[in-house]
């Protein structure tokens, strides 16, 4: 049975074509489906469409229901359509009549949109507390190793002195920015659409600055049809939001693989986080990168299937949109865990020291060499040139234990305190507080 079903309903056919993966979607959103009508309800006894009995009553169903969600006693049954018509007719059958009650005012288009942002703002969340915890480790490391010299690369060449500190930095600093992108997807979720019903508003007085309110959204989407709209626009600027994560996670992954590789061996890891070869004893192969870097280049491809998804689409809800869930859910899953991981690995990240004592190195140093001369006089031209010289008659002969690097971000100047400063300013920009203290009047 369909909440829309009338005398007939669709071929079973159809039915199974048009319903794909919802079902497991439905069981993720179930409790913030349950949020929405909590709300969604108190609003509804506000303009009198609701008793405050049938409001109570409905209040006391609800919360049962979001206790079992909890519980994972929650299951949509058999040839009940989606997670809306469960919650529906379970109220409807312990409470009676009062549950038929609960849609006035709402569309399924409005109620899912509504239970996406929610969502949404949920994993957010999940996603900002793993980031919180790699850039520590990052931070830690940086600071540990910032005196621990390493090969700098241009065009995969050696090309200057870098530190361990630096390079574990730059991720760090890469993530806080990586927060600002993940801070305009948190705000297009923070957005109420709960009222806007298909996309036109509704003839009831729907007081929807109140269901604002007890849902902790920022703010609402004023226009009913954008707030449509704002469906597949919030995934697309999810996507690439996970999608700028991924590639700082990619770019760690494949310096780790390089790094590991004997030829470099500047990093290495105890051997029960690495994997063996069946038929060659030596092999510790980087198998926990090698597979961070695949999923976040398929994380990275999400924003391109998300756009073409919503090519062409015209105003107004499209069945192409139920598609959006496919790349988004498995997504933020992927990420987390990705995430995670690359905070677990380098809690054990092994560095080697003193790499650039070894003369095959000393060339790393030209630059040092050609800023010494300037500094003494010499035009930077004529200081190239004679180093430059030096190289090619292999007379080049650099100290290697010294370097003056003092401006912020440098090696001598990691600007930790700053980078620091950059996390907690993005950190704050999620209000989660507002949040929280909706959910717990609610539930309370």
Same mark, same amino acid.
């Given at each position: ?14 039915e199974q074509f048009t319903i794909g993966r919802d079902p497991e979607f439905d069981i993720v959103l179930a ?75 709402? *569309? ?22 793993? +980031? ?60 109420? #659409? ?33 707030? /449509? ?17 991924a590639g700082t996670l990619n770019r760690l992954a494949t310096d780790v693989c390089l790094f590991m590789n ?7 890891? #105890? ?28 994380? /990275? ?20 949109? /139920? ?18 991981? *690359? ?15 070894? *003369? ?18 010499? #035009? ?30 440098? +090696? ?15 950190? /704050? ?5 507002? +949040? ?9």
């Amino acid at each position: 049975m369909k909440l829309w079903q009338k005398a007939t309903g669709s071929k079973k056919e159809v039915e199974q074509f048009t319903i794909g993966r919802d079902p497991e979607f439905d069981i993720v959103l179930a409790p913030f489906d349950v949020l929405g009508s909590m709300a969604h309800a108190h609003m509804l006894e506000k303009i009198g469409l609701l008793t405050a009995e049938d409001n109570v009553v409905l209040q006391k169903g609800l919360k049962e229901i979001y206790a079992e969600i909890g519980e994972g006693k929650f299951a949509i049954a058999p040839g009940v359509e989606d997670v809306h018509s469960q919650v529906e007719f379970l109220l409807t059958e312990r409470y009676g009549e009062v549950g038929k009650k609960l849609h006035s005012g709402r *569309s399924r288009n409005d109620q899912v949109l509504v239970d996406l942002k929610l969502f949404y703002r949920s994993a957010i969340r999940e996603l900002v507390e793993e +980031i919180e915890e790699l850039f520590a480790m990052l931070m830690e490391l940086s600071e540990k190793h910032k005196n621990n010299l390493m090969p700098g690369y241009t065009h995969t060449q050696l090309a200057m002195p870098s530190s361990f500190g630096l390079w574990f930095g730059s991720f760090a600093e890469g993530l806080t920015e990586d927060l600002g992108l993940l801070k305009a997807a948190f705000d297009l979720s923070n957005k109420n #659409p709960l009222g806007s019903a298909a996309g036109y508003g509704s003839s009831f007085p729907l007081d929807r600055t109140l269901t604002t309110e007890l849902l902790g959204f920022a703010d609402l989407h004023h226009n009913v049809i954008n707030a /449509q709209n704002s469906r597949g626009k919030t995934e697309r600027t999810l996507a690439f939001a996970m999608a700028g994560i991924a590639g700082t996670l990619n770019r760690l992954a494949t310096d780790v693989c390089l790094f590991m590789n004997q030829h470099f061996a500047f990093i290495a890891f #105890p051997d029960d986080l690495t994997t063996g070869s069946s038929i060659m004893p030596h092999k510790k192969n980087p198998d926990v990168f090698e597979l961070i870097r695949a999923k976040t280049n398929q994380i /990275q491809g999400v924003p391109t299937t998300v756009s073409l998804l919503l090519t062409n689409m015209s105003t107004g809800y499209h069945r192409d949109m /139920q598609l959006l869930k496919e790349e988004i859910f498995p997504a933020f899953e992927m990420l987390k865990s990705c995430v995670a991981m *690359s905070t677990f690995m380098l809690r054990s990240i092994k560095v080697r020291q003193n790499i650039l004592q070894d *003369s095959f190195y000393k060339h790393l140093f030209s630059v040092e060499v050609v800023n010494e001369l300037v500094l003494k006089g010499v #035009p930077f031209r004529d200081a190239y040139k004679q180093v430059g010289l030096e190289i090619e008659a292999d007379q080049f002969a650099p100290d290697q234990s010294q370097l003056s690097h003092s401006h912020e971000g440098s +090696i001598g100047n990691l600007s930790l305190a700053a980078i620091q400063g950059k996390m907690d300013a993005a950190k /704050q920009a999620f209000d989660f507080s507002k +949040i929280d203290l909706a959910y717990s009047s609610l539930i309370s």
